[in-house]
């Protein structure tokens, strides 16, 4: 990926996973070649896993690509870019699911079904084979690695309500008798309104902080205790400057908390005041960052595509299933950029547990919150527009909503206490290895 400095210069570097890239031209061709001729369905399963390897690569060139481009924006727009493009491609998977749905009724049951299972399987996968990953390597290197136990408990509640959100549906029409499909859709599209106005706030909360005011007295002392202009850095920051600081406010003395708050508030200024300063002096960069962010979005969208129309025919001719496929292929290879991410967190030299446990933890409560109403409103959408069944958080597969229940005890169990082991790291791919086994030993759907 290419790595341009502020002055100008740009370097490339190499990375493992180019190679993977390759796969993207091969998926199309082949694709192309097994829609019509005389290959006609004979590169199926190879354009499936093709696709499956592409989005592997993209994963990882999209995360690059974002982060390259967030070095140009102000914080509130790094903040929703990050926020929200990591689940491009869920999304896109699931729209197409829902397109083809409308488009051959027949196979309206298994997409759903696949759907279903991918918005359950991306929390059970974060949770327990990502942050799995992250906590059994880094605590086996590093020993015990601690973080902040409120911030786990704060997952563990948005996790709690997300589970509450997708069970209620299905539990209401489960007790209740002569439940229409009316009523399926209407409690699915107050409980996703629900949903997206608690992710909103819980994006307003934890990117934008609203409403802190322990963060707003951190921001108003970091710009009392030093300046956020482009020639402040922090490598100019000397002993006699902070002597100075001190002299000044010595009638506060803030305590650990207060002071790292102020000091994170400190360097987030001083990364505006660097995106600033590279804004004006590097326009052609961010020309080009933001044209490589529309065309990796765009590639990964189109492979997306590509890989739903050759899903059900794979189905049919594999020992795959809609359950095995929604809730276990496609979430790890959705998700096998955050796996990564956090992997290198929990494994650096920084031992930076809670880092790990913010892309896995944060990750895992987008997808209840965000994407899953969402593609519950596009489906209805699609339905009001060109008539179908609309997708409703009506799980047919009890399984799921049993698996995911637990997921959400088992995290708040293993890290409430804000510090874990390899041991609990080794408990948690046990119990992804359990859930896997038993979705792809289930029969039929």
Same mark, same amino acid.
């Given at each position: 990926?290419?790595?341009?400095?502020?002055?100008?210069?740009?370097?490339? +570097?190499?990375?493992?996973?180019?190679?993977?890239?390759?796969?993207?031209?091969?998926?199309?061709?082949?694709?192309?070649?097994?829609?019509?001729?005389?290959?006609?369905?004979?590169?199926?399963?190879?354009?499936?896993?093709?696709?499956?390897?592409?989005?592997?690569?993209?994963?990882?060139?999209?995360?690059?690509?974002?982060?390259?481009?967030?070095?140009?924006?102000?914080?509130?727009?790094?903040?929703?870019?990050?926020?929200?493009?990591?689940?491009?491609?869920?999304?896109?998977?699931?729209?197409?699911?829902?397109?083809?749905?409308?488009?051959?009724?027949?196979?309206?049951?298994?997409?759903?079904?696949?759907?279903?299972?991918?918005?359950?399987?991306?929390?059970?996968?974060?949770?327990?084979?990502?942050?799995?990953?992250?906590?059994?390597?880094?605590?086996?290197?590093?020993?015990?690695?601690?973080?902040?136990?409120?911030?786990?408990?704060?997952?563990?509640?948005?996790?709690?309500?997300?589970?509450?959100?997708?069970?209620?549906?299905?539990?209401?029409?489960?007790?209740? +008798?002569?439940?229409?499909?009316?009523?399926?859709?209407?409690?699915?599209?107050?409980?996703?309104?629900?949903?997206?106005?608690?992710?909103?706030?819980?994006?307003?909360?934890?990117?934008?902080?609203?409403?802190?005011?322990?963060?707003?007295?951190?921001?108003?002392?970091?710009?009392?205790?030093?300046?956020?202009?482009?020639?402040?850095?922090?490598?100019?920051?000397?002993?006699?400057?902070?002597?100075?600081?001190? +002299?000044?406010?010595?009638?506060?003395?803030?305590?650990?908390?207060?002071?790292?708050?102020?000091?994170?508030?400190?360097?987030?200024?001083?990364?505006?005041?660097?995106?600033?300063?590279?804004?004006?002096?590097?326009?052609?960069?961010?020309?080009?960052?933001?044209?490589?962010?529309?065309?990796?979005?765009?590639?990964?969208?189109?492979?997306?595509?590509?890989?739903?129309?050759?899903?059900?025919?794979?189905?049919?001719?594999?020992?795959?299933?809609?359950?095995?496929?929604?809730?276990?292929?496609?979430?790890?290879?959705?998700?096998?950029?955050?796996?990564?991410?956090?992997?290198?967190?929990?494994?650096?030299?920084?031992?930076?547990?809670?880092?790990?446990?913010?892309?896995?933890?944060?990750?895992?409560?987008?997808?209840?919150?965000?994407?899953?109403?969402?593609?519950?409103?596009?489906?209805?959408?699609?339905?009001?527009?060109?008539?179908?069944?609309?997708?409703?958080?009506?799980?047919?597969?009890?399984?799921?909503?049993?698996?995911?229940?637990?997921?959400?005890?088992?995290?708040?169990?293993?890290?409430?206490?804000?510090?874990?082991?390899?041991?609990?790291?080794?408990?948690?791919?046990?119990?992804?290895?359990?859930?896997?086994?038993?979705?792809?030993?289930?029969?039929?759907?």
């Amino acid at each position: 990926m290419m790595s341009c400095a502020s002055g100008g210069g740009c370097a490339v +570097k190499f990375r493992w996973w180019y190679i993977l890239l390759l796969a993207t031209p091969a998926a199309v061709v082949l694709w192309y070649l097994n829609r019509q001729g005389q290959f006609a369905g004979h590169f199926t399963d190879w354009v499936f896993w093709l696709s499956l390897v592409s989005l592997v690569a993209f994963a990882q060139l999209a995360s690059e690509v974002t982060e390259n481009l967030s070095e140009f924006l102000t914080p509130v727009a790094r903040g929703i870019i990050t926020a929200s493009f990591g689940n491009v491609p869920e999304l896109a998977i699931g729209a197409f699911l829902l397109i083809q749905a409308h488009n051959h009724p027949n196979v309206a049951t298994t997409n759903f079904i696949i759907i279903r299972g991918l918005l359950i399987g991306s929390i059970i996968n974060n949770v327990l084979f990502t942050l799995g990953i992250a906590t059994f390597f880094g605590a086996f290197k590093h020993g015990k690695l601690r973080f902040d136990k409120n911030r786990a408990a704060g997952y563990a509640s948005m996790l709690a309500l997300a589970v509450v959100g997708l069970a209620l549906p299905t539990l209401a029409t489960d007790f209740a +008798k002569d439940v229409g499909q009316a009523a399926e859709e209407n409690v699915s599209l107050i409980v996703a309104a629900i949903l997206i106005i608690s992710y909103i706030a819980y994006v307003g909360s934890e990117i934008f902080h609203w409403g802190d005011k322990r963060a707003s007295a951190a921001v108003a002392a970091a710009s009392a205790i030093g300046p956020a202009s482009a020639g402040h850095h922090a490598e100019h920051h000397t002993h006699e400057d902070h002597e100075q600081h001190g +002299k000044q406010h010595a009638e506060h003395q803030p305590t650990a908390e207060e002071r790292e708050e102020i000091e994170a508030e400190r360097r987030k200024a001083e990364r505006e005041a660097k995106a600033q300063q590279r804004r004006r002096e590097n326009p052609g960069i961010l020309l080009l960052s933001t044209l490589a962010f529309i065309v990796v979005t765009a590639l990964v969208v189109g492979i997306c595509f590509i890989l739903v129309s050759v899903t059900n025919t794979v189905i049919v001719n594999t020992a795959l299933t809609p359950l095995s496929t929604g809730l276990i292929i496609f979430p790890v290879i959705c998700n096998i950029g955050e796996m990564l991410e956090a992997f290198s967190k929990s494994w650096g030299k920084n031992k930076d547990m809670e880092g790990a446990m913010d892309v896995a933890a944060g990750s895992s409560v987008q997808m209840p919150l965000f994407v899953t109403p969402l593609l519950v409103f596009f489906g209805y959408g699609v339905a009001l527009l060109f008539g179908g069944q609309p997708l409703t958080l009506i799980f047919k597969q009890p399984l799921e909503l049993v698996v995911v229940a637990l997921v959400t005890f088992v995290y708040a169990l293993v890290n409430l206490d804000g510090e874990t082991t390899w041991l609990e790291g080794a408990q948690l791919l046990a119990f992804y290895t359990m859930i896997a086994v038993t979705a792809f030993a289930l029969p039929g759907q």
